[in-house]
């Protein structure tokens, strides 16, 4: 890790560890917890589209799938949670490649309309055959690891962003190695970074299944923090909001990505006061921030840090 | 036989509405290569309104139907001016997520006026449903897919006979070469935004007294329409016609001998088979697809 990056990091992960003191209740902590499940899909999402160049309009896909099939496997087959959390993954990652491998050709809006039809395919999938139907199902196990079971807001609130730390730490390794270097590359010219050596279909496949991965893991923890999951959670709404984290993060920065987790997760809380309102004042709040600070906030602000800088 | 024909019939009901939502993403998507997620929302502004204008206003129906679509041009008016115009680097993601957020305002103002209760009036015309071969279409069935028909020749008029049609054809092959010829895009991108606003709003109009509307209805149509116009070859009006028609019959028949809650996983379906095998649409050709600025 850079320097730079290392300082953020212990500043931010203190942060993290000190903030839930300050809170009152326990649902400003489970609110905390959300914006924390959010942000490791947004991860995903900036890897894959901020870095590698790729468009994905069905994450909310793949976050189902993470919380369907874990909660499945963990209710109907009784497997441990943390074992049904991995099958989820894979399941996840699995459906990345089928998904990936046909869609390796398409570009642009193309490729957007594509992700997006897979995220409503998944969805419909999970409406009609799910358990429950459209009413979704309960019962879900609360997250247990080595027989100590995550059941107060403060546990789980420590679970997800303790492992959001360590998934961070292990994405910005990720995007300063090689594997990294290759992403922005293909980002830039395939054409090129083909010539340079770069087996570009295979980081493209490569690329999606991790953000599958992260997406599913969140799917996962969200369904055994909440015990009970319907479809309405997983449709197309929830994959336009983990783009919009995305964006009005910053879409080339990580820190971009759970800035923006925060702020799209803290929103609705906020807006509460307009009751019925809400859906249009979010959607202003939206409009504006994409007309007049479409570079996203995270890079808007280090850019007027760095001018302050030279400023004096 | 005539359940068969039963579902044909309300398929091309359907049909016609996702084929109207797909001519509506070509005529923008040409003029400005911009997918227009807010497309459905067009519809169901077309549809509510007229209620609003015929029922709850008690205005002739003539009146109410052009008011209803006057008001739905200026929005679509207001969202090229307020939203598209004003971005300066008309970045492709960019470009969708403001579409998206237009379409989320847009069923806010609808949910604040007309609430989430669904709406319906009176057919155009009144009568008893047609009797064919044993199966029974309404009346308004045959408005749909005659308005629709209209609405087709129409535009296939306009863009290739008037000269407004031809600049605005001129600016999806190349909107540099079309402004050095002295066309103003800037125009031909709000008129593109006016006209795919007004043409959901005739599909609105001519639909809910079958399929009632409510707030909500606008992202399954945006959805529906976009999988007729990728069918057809994005970029391509006929295309995108046969496709939504194509998709409607399908949907129906589907929900009719499978499965009905399938029935929304068809398109989708049939959209993805298309991306990744014939991205150009059935009836599109390659060369087409390489012309596109992506």
Request: aromatic letters at 12%; one cysteine or more.
């Amino acid at each position: 890790m850079q320097i730079t990056n290392r300082r953020i990091f212990l500043a931010f992960f203190t942060l993290v560890l000190v903030f839930p003191f300050f809170l009152e209740g326990s649902y400003a902590l489970s609110i905390a917890t959300f914006a924390g499940i959010n942000s490791l899909i947004a991860i995903g999402l900036c890897i894959l589209m901020g870095y590698a160049g790729q468009v994905s309009l069905g994450q909310a896909g793949f976050y189902g799938i993470g919380a369907y099939v874990s909660a499945i496997l963990s209710i109907n087959f009784g497997l441990p949670v943390v074992l049904s959390f991995f099958m989820a993954a894979a399941a996840s990652a699995i459906s990345a490649v089928v998904l990936a491998i046909p869609a390796l050709r398409l570009k642009g809006h193309y490729l957007a309309v594509a992700t997006l039809g897979f995220g409503e395919i998944i969805y419909v999938i999970i409406n009609e055959w799910g358990p429950g139907g459209p009413s979704g199902f309960g019962d879900i196990p609360k997250f247990n690891l080595f027989g100590y079971v995550f059941n107060t807001p403060l546990s789980y609130y420590f679970l997800i962003w303790i492992t959001l730390m360590l998934v961070m730490a292990f994405s910005i390794n990720l995007i300063n190695s090689r594997f990294g270097r290759a992403l922005r590359s293909m980002h830039d010219s395939e054409i090129a970074s083909n010539a340079m050596g770069v087996d570009v279909p295979t980081l493209k496949i490569k690329v999606f299944v991790l953000s599958a991965v992260y997406a599913a893991f969140g799917g996962a923890f969200y369904a055994h923090y909440v015990t009970f999951i319907s479809p309405s959670s997983f449709s197309l709404f929830q994959s336009v909001l983990v783009l919009m984290m995305v964006v009005v993060g910053g879409i080339t920065s990580l820190w971009g990505a759970i800035a923006g987790a925060i702020i799209i997760t803290l929103l609705p809380e906020i807006l509460r006061e307009f009751k019925e309102y809400d859906i249009l004042v979010y959607g202003l709040i939206l409009i504006s921030s994409l007309l007049f600070f479409n570079k996203g906030l995270v890079p808007i602000i280090i850019e007027r840090l760095k001018k302050g800088y030279k400023g004096t | 036989m005539s359940v068969f024909l039963q579902f044909l019939f309300s398929g091309l009901t359907i049909g016609a509405v996702y084929a109207m939502v797909g001519l509506g993403f070509n005529i923008i998507y040409n003029a400005t290569s911009i997918i227009n997620l807010a497309q459905g929302e067009f519809v169901v502004i077309g549809g509510l309104l007229m209620w609003l204008f015929s029922e709850s206003m008690k205005l002739p129906f003539l009146i109410s139907a052009l008011l209803a679509i006057l008001f739905t041009g200026l929005i679509g008016l207001l969202m090229e001016r307020l939203t598209i115009r004003p971005v300066k680097k008309k970045d492709l993601l960019l470009m969708i997520m403001i579409t998206i957020a237009v379409s989320i305002v847009l069923r806010g103002l609808l949910m604040f006026k007309f609430g989430k209760d669904p709406y319906t009036y009176n057919p155009f015309t009144e009568g008893d449903p047609i009797n064919i071969y044993g199966a029974y279409i309404q009346q308004q069935t045959l408005w749909v897919i005659g308005i629709t028909s209209l609405c087709i020749i129409l535009m296939y008029l306009f863009f290739n006979k008037t000269m407004l049609g031809k600049a605005m054809k001129a600016c999806a092959v190349d909107p540099t070469a079309a402004r050095i010829t002295g066309i103003n895009v800037e125009r031909m991108v709000m008129i593109s935004f006016v006209m795919s606003a007004m043409m959901g709003a005739v599909a609105g109009i001519a639909v809910t007294p079958i399929t009632l509307m409510e707030y909500d209805r606008g992202p399954m149509l945006a959805v529906k329409g976009f999988c007729a116009a990728i069918m057809g070859g994005l970029g391509r009006g006929r295309g995108s016609v046969i496709g939504g028609f194509i998709i409607g019959i399908l949907e129906s028949l589907t929900a009719g001998y499978i499965h009905s809650g399938a029935k929304d996983a068809v398109a989708l379906i049939i959209m993805l088979i298309i991306l990744f095998f014939r991205p150009a649409g059935i009836f599109g050709s390659k060369t087409i697809i390489d012309l596109r600025r992506f």
